[in-house]
């Protein structure tokens, strides 16, 4: 496999001229956006497609261990990034 996870697109080995993300951001009025700012925001960069997605199905899904009623307080959209600009 030709990557790893990585916050840095520039640093995702690859040879294809794109890389492929997923960006978490605060969903609004959550309480979670007291702690960290309304506007956080971060992405994680795969060096394909289908390693993101095979990811992105798994990340925001409910924690097993989650109490009855709790939900994921972080959104999570998919990304691609050109890396020749």
Known sequence: MPSSENFDPARISTTDS???GIRASVKPNDGFAAVMGSDWETTRWYA??????????????????????????????PVERSMNG
């Open 18 to 20: 794109q890389v492929f």
């Open 48 to 77: 394909t497609a289908e390693e993101r997605d095979r990811v992105l199905k798994t990340i925001g899904s409910r924690h097993e261990f989650s109490r009855i009623g709790d939900t994921p307080a972080v959104s999570y959209v």
